[in-house]
Every structure is written in structure tokens, then in C-alpha cells.
């Protein structure tokens, strides 16, 4: 989209992973239309062109404009590793990382997202201002004082009002959406024409936002709290309207728990009524029955990605998340029946976990496989480090050392089979991720070094030597929860603290 616009306020919305994953980030589509629907701002698109080594000199999508001629950079922050992309980006501009940095010569820096939001500190290393929680009531706010006040006037403007940090703030309330029918939705999507991306080219609409399980260590339901659905009307008309702009016939559903909706079924039947096919991501297990696994094979769905995280009734207390082996083997079993895959996703380094209990879950793991058709990778389990998030009570929880992680990724290795295969996430992932997610102003530092470097992963650990951080103190003490004196959510710090306290309780055998 070129948008002719004399006088507007010029955004650069930044996505800082490479095109394929801004296209499949329906917040980061919704935030682009947004901007680009009022009619004072001008916004265009700025992506990475990879996720390590040296960025080219970053070009708008749309008009290959230079970075630092805009007016305002906005930036989204999903994952933690995000941050180092951005770093890099903004190199390539001429545009220095560090607030400190930068001069009134350069555009104005504002970050955001969840995880910005859950922990500010390390996004006040870097951002003008921080804006936290949810973009709708947020962005529009901060282009109008922006295009009133010029950039520079929009920090004295907004700076410690209700969702906005700056330097010196005390604690401000997040910004939230009270009733999803009455904003913004995106109905025209860019994409990677041909790819099949996103979910095999669909329309992406947000379902609901926020979840009502709130598993202890779920940053996503913390944040997004608390939940709130779109209504049937609203959905229907959106999905009426997107797919015939987008020209596909498939519709992916944005929500963390799809069938907690209220007419998530009258839906998935009004898409098979009009001839369209669904995808959905990740699904709590004891949301599904027969009948709705059969109506997603008849959508279309070819794999079902559940995510018990454990398969211990006793630590599965611990995270407020229980999934009993027998639920995963009946669901698997309705999926197989419908030659559906079955994704499972499991945690490992729960509190209270022990060798013991991950034996149990490879042979848990080798019974399924027993029952599982005689279909390659009929069960794919990806496993993962937990990784201790702001704002959730496993904010406090120490990372699983690497040697435990790879020894119980080890024993589950074991259960693989051409039926069953393994998949773990890197624990370098992991611990970079939490040092990210827990850090403060060091960690900011760190991270523009280190994009300085190339921003690899292995790079982490020889600039956080260089600068004398020791990065073990944010993965395996308990770094002091900074953020929660600059971000105030609904769930307060002595309650955190209470529910992780019965967490390593209820799971002492
Ligand atoms: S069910 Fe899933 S999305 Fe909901 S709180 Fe638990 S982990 Fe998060």
C-alpha cells in the first residue's frame, strides 16, 4: 500500500524478525492498518532481513524510504530475541540502540508489545518511551500527540500517563480493550503471495484475547487479562469480508484458548456451511471432544497441537495445569482416527521435577506410541526449557541447568520411534530468553553490544563477558522483579508471590 499523504506524521512500524513471521503477527497487521486508517499519518513497513549477521541499510516495504527520515519508530516486541534484532536494525540506520545515544536529530524510538509490557526495564534502555499493554487504545493516542506536539513533544505529553513509560515514571496501569467488538480489526492482509504462508494463505482474525485457565507460568494469559471474546456478529461479518479481500478460503483463529469462546462451535459450522476450512493453533486438551475434533478434520486441520507441558499428576499441580495421560491418549486417539498428526508440547525444569518423573513421562510417551497408527511422526513432541516470565508467579523460578535439561532430553530420546520423534528447543534459547525477559538496564546494554557482534546466539555469552555481566544472576537466582514498581497489572506482586509458594508446595512428594 503507497499512501499519498501530504503533511502526515511519518511511522515507521518495525517488525524486528524477517517478513515471513511480521505477516503471520495479525497485531502487527492490525497495527498497520490502523495507522495507515487515520488520516494524518502516513506508516510503513520495516522488517529484518535475517536473524543474525550484518543488516543491509533498512528500507521501507512500501517506498524504500530510509529509517531515520521518519518521524516516528514504532516497534513491536514478541519475544525477547526481538530486541536483538531491533538493535541491529537501528545500526544499520545510523540510529544508536540506547536512548542515551540518540540526539533530537534522530526519529523518536517508542517500544511496545507484551514483553516491553510485562518487563520495561530493559525496553527503557532503549525506547523514548515504553507503551504498555494493548495497542489499540495506545497508538492512536500517541500519533496524535505526536503529529500535535511534533515527536520530540510527545514524551512530555504522554510520559507516565496511564500506559506510557519514560525515565522517572512510578508504576502506570496497562492499557487495555474493554469490548473487542468496538476496535480496530484488520480486513485486507499482506502476505508472501504463493507461499502458503501464513496457516497455508488464511485470514487471520482474533478470535478472543486473554485466557481464563491462567496457568502460572503463561505470560500471555497474565498480560492479556482479563479474557474477552469477539461476538458470533462481529467475527461473521469480519470473516465475510476478509476472505473475499484476500481472495483465500481458509480462516486462522487468533485465540490462547479457542473453545473457551462462547460460540466457537457456531462458528467452525458457519465456516464448514460456506465451503471454508480453518486452522488453530495450539488447543487445551480438555476443550476437545470427538465431535469437535471431527468437525476440525472436516475443516481441514491436519494437525492437532495440544500442550499438556507435563505428564505428571503431581507436577502438573505445581503449574496450575493438569492434562491427565489418559485425556492426551483419547484425543490423540480421535485425531489418528482422522489421520490427523498430533502435536504435543511438554516443559521441562517444572518445580519439583526430578529424572524420575520424565522417565515416566518416556514411558507414558512409549505407550502412546503403541496405540498411535502406523503413520510417520503420528506424534511430534517439542520440548522445552520453562522459561520464568514477569508477572506470572514463575517469575521467581530458577531456569533448569543445561546438563539437567540435555540428561532428561536424553531420556526422552529414548521413547522416539518412527511413529514419535523429538524435538527440543535449544537450552541456549531458553537461556538467553530468560536473561532478556527477567534483565534490567545491563541486559539492555548487553543487547546493543551484542547486535553490534552480529547478534548470534553465541555471542551473548563472550559480550556479556566483555562488559563483566554476569548473566547466570538472571537465570538461576531470582533477580529482583523491577518491573513490578513500573507496571501495575490486575494480579498484585504478594499474590504472585503466594501462588508460587504453593506451587513448590503442592508438588513436594
Ligand atoms: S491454557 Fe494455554 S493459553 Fe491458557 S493460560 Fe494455560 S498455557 Fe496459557
Known amino acids: 500500500m503507497v499512501k499519498r499523504c501530504r503533511g502526515c506524521l511519518r511511522v515507521a512500524l518495525v517488525y524486528p524478525a524477517p517478513y515471513g513471521a511480521a505477516v503471520a503477527s495479525l497485531a502487527y497487521q492490525n497495527m498497520y492498518y490502523l495507522l495507515n486508517s487515520l488520516d494524518y499519518v502516513y506508516a510503513e513497513r520495516f522488517v529484518a532481513s535475517s536473524t543474525a549477521g550484518a543488516e543491509p541499510v533498512p528500507r521501507s516495504l512500501e517506498t524504500g524510504s530510509l529509517l531515520r527520515d521518519f518521524d516516528l519508530i514504532v516497534a513491536s516486541i514478541s519475544y525477547e530475541l526481538d530486541y536483538v534484532t531491533l538493535a541491529r536494525i537501528l545500526h544499520a540506520a545510523g540510529i544508536p540502540f540506547l536512548r542515551e545515544e540518540r540526539n533530537k536529530e534522530h526519529p523518536l524510538v517508542v517500544l511496545g508489545g507484551p514483553v516491553p509490557s510485562m518487563n520495561p526495564v530493559v525496553a527503557l534502555g532503549a525506547g523514548d518511551l515504553v507503551a504498555v499493554g494493548e495497542a489499540e487504545p495506545l497508538l492512536p493516542l500517541l500519533v496524535e500527540k505526536a503529529y500535535e506536539h511534533g515527536a520530540r513533544g510527545v514524551v512530555e505529553e504522554l510520559a507516565c500517563r496511564p500506559g506510557f513509560l519514560a525515565p522517572g515514571c512510578g508504576a502506570v496501569d496497562k492499557a487495555l480493550v474493554h469490548d473487542l467488538d468496538n476496535v480496530f480489526h484488520s480486513v485486507a492482509q499482506f502476505r508472501v503471495p504463493g507461499s502458503g504462508e501464513p496457516w497455508g494463505e488464511a485470514y487471520m482474525v482474533e478470535a478472543s484475547r486473554g485466557c481464563p485457565h ?64 480453518a486452522s488453530i493453533g495450539s488447543l487445551r486438551a480438555d476443550m476437545l471432544s470427538e465431535d469437535r475434533v471431527e468437525l476440525l478434520a472436516r475443516l481441514g486441520q491436519r494437525v492437532l497441537t495440544v ?59 512409549r ?60 537450552y541456549r534459547y531458553a537461556y538467553a530468553q530468560t536473561v532478556v525477559a527477567r534483565g534490567d538496564e545491563k541486559i539492555a546494554r548487553i543487547i546493543d553490544e551484542w547486535a553490534r557482534r552480529g547478534g548470534r546466539l553465541g555471542q551473548l555469552w563472550s559480550t556479556a563477558r566483555s562488559l563483566g555481566v554476569n548473566l547466570d544472576h538472571y537465570t538461576y537466582e531470582a533477580p529482583e522483579p523491577k518491573w513490578h514498581r513500573l507496571v501495575r497489572l490486575s494480579i498484585p506482586p504478594s499474590t504472585l508471590i503466594e501462588a508460587y509458594k504453593y506451587s513448590v508446595k503442592t508438588v513436594e512428594e
Open 307 to 365: 500442550a499438556p507441558e507435563t505428564l505428571s499428576p503431581r507436577l502438573c499441580r505445581g503449574i496450575g495445569k493438569c492434562m491427565s495421560r489418559g485425556l492426551v491418549e483419547e484425543v490423540a486417539g480421535w485425531a489418528w482416527a482422522r489421520r490427523m498428526h498430533v502435536k504435543l508440547y511438554l516443559m521441562l525444569g517444572l518445580p519439583g521435577e526430578t529424572d524420575r518423573d520424565v522417565e515416566g513421562y518416556a514411558d507414558a510417551l
Open 214 to 277: 491462567m496457568c502460572r507460568f503463561c505470560m500471555e494469559a497474565h498480560f492479556l487479562l482479563p479474557t474477552r471474546h469477539r461476538s458470533y456478529e462481529k467475527l461473521r461479518g469480519l470473516i465475510e469480508r476478509g476472505v473475499e479481500a484476500n481472495g483465500v478460503s481458509r480462516v486462522a483463529f487468533y485465540a490462547l484458548s479457542f473453545f473457551d469462546h462462547p460460540a466457537a462451535d457456531r462458528l467452525l459450522e458457519y465456516l464448514e456451511g460456506e465451503g471454508l476450512e
Open 367 to 426: 505407550e502412546l506410541s503403541k496405540k498411535a497408527p502406523p503413520m510417520r511422526e503420528a506424534i511430534r513432541v517439542t520440548l522445552n526449557p520453562l522459561v520464568p516470565k514477569p508477572h506470572t508467579p514463575m517469575q521467581f523460578h530458577r531456569l533448569i541447568d543445561r546438563a539437567s535439561y540435555e540428561r532428561r532430553v536424553r531420556i526422552l530420546r529414548r521413547a522416539q520411534s518412527k511413529v514419535l520423534s523429538i524435538e527440543p528447543l535449544s
